[in-house]
């Protein structure tokens, strides 16, 4: 019998960023926004081990430099401040100059070395981060702890806070990984409008932890779309701070694998709670592809049927048009044989080896009517598969985002 992650899972409930050993966060309203809360952190009682991914976007934001160079440095993250409303992005050379500010009046207020704090930021693009509500907000760290504060700080058009935790055995430690996300809109693959913190007590090499990000990305938050635009600010972060003395977790570990599936798994279960919000939605949409020639083959197929606006579009109204998915396969520009391709809506099967089969039309439409809708792709062109996540596309995400600013 196969033993899958999650029987050696357990997922807590309420859990958050600081479910693990050794790690806080706080919320506060320091008034970059007009009432919610806009400022928050994740603090670890010790220097962290810490990997990073980033988005691909040429306009990487202040922020996200001087993160990346600190990881970079040293491979080591004990506080991590975020600010909602404004993402410092396209602000020239005073917008770095703030982003260092910032970071270092936090390492000032936590007591942390400055090279030892990565700073995050979202919101509108263009306008100077104002300086003076960011260091009220720097101010107010040692009060507020709240992981439910944290989360509410981080987020701009997001409907709902996104967190989780999870608990297993390694080196007869139980070791805890927490994560908390946001995202709403400007969500495509190769990152995206999206900041992922992920917090863990287990002591990991760094080096290997990086690895396991870059992978475990490729899998999760690099597999989900929402509208096709890939974001200037926004990053992956992982914190390890070895709280519970399990033995260094690295890829010579005999329970490495395990470690890497608890980490996707949260990652996994974040990047979906971020495409199931996406603006305006009102459905998650699962795509599972099997039977392709290579791993990359799975994964672009995957990809382009998610991000095709006429399928998102479909599933929003709930059309069983089978054609849209097929066609958006056929660009995605991968080794295919058309004659074997097989697509079903869940379990009802609408192609079968490239041409159509008789379905009943209204069990099709009630089934796209479901909040969760996953469209299933069978290539029968080899042994990979992968899945991607997206949502349906509907009116309401044209008015979010025609009256972004306003």
């Given at each position: 019998m196969t033993i899958t992650i999650e029987s050696k899972l357990q997922v807590l409930k309420n859990g958050h960023v600081t479910s693990p050993k050794g790690f806080t966060a706080g919320g506060v309203h320091c008034g970059l926004r007009k009432t919610k809360l806009d400022f928050g952190w994740i603090h670890s009682d010790n220097p962290a081990a810490a990997a990073g991914v980033y988005t691909l976007n040429s306009f990487q934001a202040a922020p996200l430099k001087v993160t990346k160079e600190s990881i970079e440095k040293e491979q080591l993250i004990q506080t991590i401040v975020v600010n909602s409303a404004n993402a410092n992005a396209c602000t020239g050379e005073q917008g770095y100059k703030d982003a260092l500010e910032t970071q270092r009046k936090t390492a000032e207020k936590m007591g942390v070395a400055t090279r030892h704090v990565a700073v995050a930021s979202t919101g509108v693009i263009g306008v100077p981060l104002p300086m003076e509500k960011m260091k009220a907000g720097i101010e107010l760290m040692d009060n507020q702890h709240s992981p439910e504060k944290f989360e509410q700080a981080i987020?701009?058009?997001?409907?709902?806070?996104k967190h989780i935790a999870v608990q297993l055995e390694i080196d007869g430690q139980k070791i805890t990984i927490g994560g908390a996300a946001k995202g709403s809109g400007m969500i495509h693959p190769n990152m995206a409008t999206m900041l992922s913190f992920i917090t863990t007590?287990?002591?990991?090499?760094?080096?290997?932890?990086?690895?396991?990000?870059?992978?475990?990305?490729?899998?999760?938050?690099?597999?989900?779309?929402?509208?096709?635009?890939?974001?200037?600010?926004?990053?992956?972060?992982?914190?390890?701070?070895?709280?519970?003395?399990?033995?260094?977790?690295?890829?010579?570990?005999?329970?490495?694998?395990?470690?890497?599936?608890?980490?996707?798994?949260?990652?996994?279960?974040?990047?979906?709670?971020?495409?199931?919000?996406?603006?305006?939605?009102?459905?998650?949409?699962?795509?599972?592809?099997?039977?392709?020639?290579?791993?990359?083959?799975?994964?672009?197929?995957?990809?382009?049927?998610?991000?095709?606006?006429?399928?998102?579009?479909?599933v929003y109204g709930a059309d069983p048009n089978w054609g849209r998915i097929v066609c958006a396969i056929?660009?995605?520009?991968?080794?295919?044989?058309?004659?074997?391709?097989?697509?079903?809506?869940?379990?009802?099967?609408?192609?079968?080896?490239?041409?159509?089969?008789?379905?009943?039309?209204?069990?099709?439409?009630?089934?796209?009517?479901?909040?969760?809708?996953?469209?299933?792709?069978?290539?029968?062109?080899g042994p990979h598969e992968a899945t991607a996540w997206g949502c349906d596309l509907t009116y309401d995400y044209v008015k979010i985002n025609a009256s972004y600013r306003t």
């Open positions: 987020l701009t058009t997001d409907t709902v806070t007590d287990a002591a990991v090499e760094a080096a290997s932890l990086q690895e396991a990000l870059r992978e475990v990305t490729d899998q999760s938050f690099n597999m989900i779309t929402v509208d096709g635009d890939c974001s200037t600010n926004d990053m992956v972060l992982v914190l390890a701070n070895g709280k519970q003395n399990n033995n260094l977790l690295n890829d010579l570990h005999p329970e490495w694998q395990l470690f890497k599936q608890a980490l996707q798994f949260v990652s996994k279960e974040l990047a979906k709670m971020i495409a199931r919000d996406g603006e305006g939605a009102t459905k998650l949409i699962e795509v599972q592809v099997s039977g392709a020639s290579t791993a990359t083959a799975a994964g672009q197929v995957a990809k382009a049927i998610i991000s095709s606006n006429l399928v998102k579009a479909a056929g660009y995605s520009e991968q080794p295919l044989d058309p004659q074997k391709v097989c697509v079903s809506l869940g379990d009802i099967e609408v192609v079968r080896n490239g041409l159509p089969i008789d379905f009943d039309e209204a069990e099709g439409e009630l089934y796209l009517g479901n909040e969760t809708v996953v469209l299933k792709i069978d290539l029968q062109n």
